[in-house]
């Protein structure tokens, strides 16, 4: 039990790994996205995601080539974080800006990008 709610507020204490928790809250997304939306390096966001599935805040799913991440609270301390977190950062600038960059973000678009290099 402790060892759940420390995992999950180690997630809820980093600006990042908010911010994906936030974008999450609107629809599954893969790693390409995240990156984008939040201007990490892929690898960055999937050691974030890595510490969020072992805290019980996120799962994934295959879908064709791309692997999709949404939430999915598996203990008490993610649910109520979860649901408490509708709530917070909305007017956050940081958050606004990332929910407006979202609308940008097109998988194969972003796909094709990358193997152009």
Same mark, same amino acid.
């Given at each position: 039990?402790?060892?759940? =709610? ?8 980093? &600006? *990042?790994?908010?911010?994906?928790? &936030? =974008? ?5 997304? %893969? ?6 939306? =939040? ?11 890595? &510490? ?16 999709? $991440? $949404?939430?999915?609270?598996? *203990?008490? $301390? @993610? ?10 950062? *909305? !007017? ?5 800006? !990332? ?5 940008? @973000?097109?998988?194969?678009? =972003? $796909?094709?990008?990358? %193997?152009?290099?």
């Amino acid at each position: 039990m402790m060892k759940d =709610l420390e995992l999950v507020f180690s997630c809820f204490a980093d &600006k *990042n790994r908010l911010r994906i928790l &936030k =974008l999450l809250q609107k629809q599954k997304m %893969c790693v390409c996205e995240l990156a984008f939306v =939040l201007g990490l390096t892929q690898p960055s966001i999937s050691r974030h995601l890595k &510490k969020m599935r072992r805290a019980g805040l996120i799962n994934s799913e295959q879908d064709g080539f791309w692997t999709n $991440y $949404y939430l999915a609270p598996k *203990n008490m $301390y @993610a649910i109520k974080l979860l649901e408490n977190l509708k709530e917070w950062l *909305n !007017d956050d600038t940081i958050i606004i800006s !990332d929910l407006e960059r979202l609308k940008q @973000a097109d998988r194969q678009r =972003l $796909y094709n990008r990358e %193997c152009d290099r």
